[in-house]
């Protein structure tokens, strides 16, 4: 397995918005499933936000509304679009995909930081 690349965190002010962009390497190969996840210090690491393979998009309750994730199969590529951001939404954001046969891929993480 091979890590995902995620790009497009960094620091906003509360109301702001950020754009996460995560992108599969080329050796990755019939991918279904992608998803956004975040974890807080201290905390578990949480659902965000998950579309399928055909584009249909699940998100957290309490996200829905400024959340929006969506995908892009040719460039094997998830983003997901973060409006009015609360400092409650500081977190590490993970990209995850599946893939058939199936596998699990994780990035790194990147840093979301909300604060004035």
């Known amino acids: 397995q091979v890590q995902l690349v995620e790009s497009g965190g960094g620091l906003v002010q509360p109301g702001g918005s950020l754009r996460l962009s995560c992108a599969a390497s080329?050796?990755?190969?019939?991918?279904?499933?992608m998803a956004w996840y975040r974890q807080a210090p201290g905390k578990e690491r949480e659902l965000v936000a998950s579309?399928?393979?055909?584009?249909?998009?699940t998100y957290a309750d309490s996200l829905k509304g400024r959340f929006d994730i969506s995908r892009d199969n040719v460039k094997k590529t998830v983003d997901l679009q973060m409006d009015s951001l609360k400092p409650e939404d500081t977190a590490i954001y993970y990209c995850?995909?599946?893939?058939?046969?199936?596998?699990?891929?994780w990035g790194q993480g990147t840093q979301v930081t909300v604060s004035s």
């Open positions: 995850k995909m599946t893939t058939v046969p199936w596998a699990v891929y």
């Open positions: 579309i399928t393979p055909s584009g249909i998009p």
């Open positions: 080329e050796s990755i190969r019939n991918i279904n499933f």
